[in-house]
């Protein structure tokens, strides 16, 4: 890129997954952040509604058109599942602009996927989004137009796995999540009752993100996610049954090599946890303990707000536009 500014806009910046947009990508100098487009907030100011933000920075409410004629270089589209789909193919009608979706809506490559899981038609057949993961799909997120940002557990479930599934017989993801995973609106944000001193576990066999992750992990897969009483912060525990015998310093070197120079995944020497994570853009990995049964456990955790969605797709639009990849997120 030229000296000249990055112009960014985000639809949907008003809830959690926004409000991280905003901060970091107000942490940027070459990002100037045009649009803030949230229809029950718009002439508001950030801070009116986040306490903590120290910005003069207010919402807006631009039509697309309006959004078309500023001539963006980047939309970050942070609204609800089946949303994006009717602002996706407007916005991209602008070859200028480069798209960055945190929704499900373009995670999957074969949309009839996408509508038998989320009961939803998809209405936009025709756009191709490359999958966002940067740690395995850089080269190509580099030269993408649009951008599907993946789900938080499958962020933190398929670097957990990725370096070992060719070993691997079977996995078994066991996942925890803190409530802001949920959304402002959810019960467990507006009712503490339901999560203080409790862990939930919720859709044990056919949560979204399991179909998600089958697109990149090709290994028979399990997943079952829970809610726990903590705000961000997102744990995936791998159970890997492996086809043959491989010693645990094997497979830390599998990992490290994998990850060398990716510069948001640390490979550690303990048990991870939530505390090496929160408000970071760091996945962190680590255990790989082997137990008689020949069961690998590998341990990953991300903060889900971070990693988990806004995080990774500043990760991304750095990647788009050739910053430096940490812009922003250290």
Do not use: W
């Amino acid at each position: 890129m030229s000296a000249a500014k990055i112009k960014a806009g985000i639809i949907g910046a008003s809830g959690y997954t926004g409000y991280e947009l905003i901060k970091i990508l107000s942490k940027i100098p070459t990002v100037k952040l045009e649009v803030l487009n949230s229809r029950s907030l718009a002439g508001k100011s950030v801070k009116d509604e986040y306490k903590d933000f120290s910005g003069d920075l207010k919402y807006t409410d631009f039509s697309l058109d309006e959004i078309n004629k500023m001539e963006l270089d980047v939309v970050f589209t942070a609204t609800p599942n089946g949303e994006a789909m009717s602002i996706v193919p407007k916005l991209a009608k602008n070859t200028k602009t480069k798209i960055i979706d945190l929704s499900a809506d373009y995670r999957f490559s074969d949309k009839s996927i996408y509508e038998k899981i989320y009961k939803i038609a998809h209405t936009d057949k025709k756009q191709k989004a490359v999958y966002g993961l940067p740690e395995i799909f850089h080269d190509e997120i580099k030269k993408a137009n649009v951008v599907a940002n993946p789900g938080c557990y499958t962020t933190a479930s398929i670097l957990a796995a990725y370096p070992i599934q060719e070993f691997a017989e079977y996995i078994i993801f066991d996942c925890k999540s803190g409530y802001s995973g949920a959304g402002k609106k959810s019960c467990y944000v507006n009712e503490p009752k339901n999560f203080t001193d409790n862990v939930i576990a919720y859709n044990i066999v056919n949560h979204r993100h399991k179909f998600e992750i089958e697109q990149v992990i090709k290994a028979k897969l399990s997943f079952t996610p829970h809610v726990i009483p903590t705000f961000q912060g997102l744990m995936s525990t791998a159970h890997i049954l492996l086809k043959k015998k491989i010693s645990s310093e094997e497979v830390r070197k599998l990992y490290e090599k994998f990850y060398k120079g990716k510069p948001f995944v640390k490979i550690l020497d303990k048990i991870p946890d939530l505390h090496d994570v929160q408000k970071t853009n760091l996945c962190c990995i680590g255990g790989f303990e082997i137990d008689s049964n020949n069961q690998l456990v590998v341990v990953s955790v991300i903060d889900n707000l971070i990693k988990g969605a806004s995080g990774q797709a500043v990760q991304n639009m750095n990647i788009m536009f050739g910053l430096d990849e940490k812009a922003g997120l250290i």
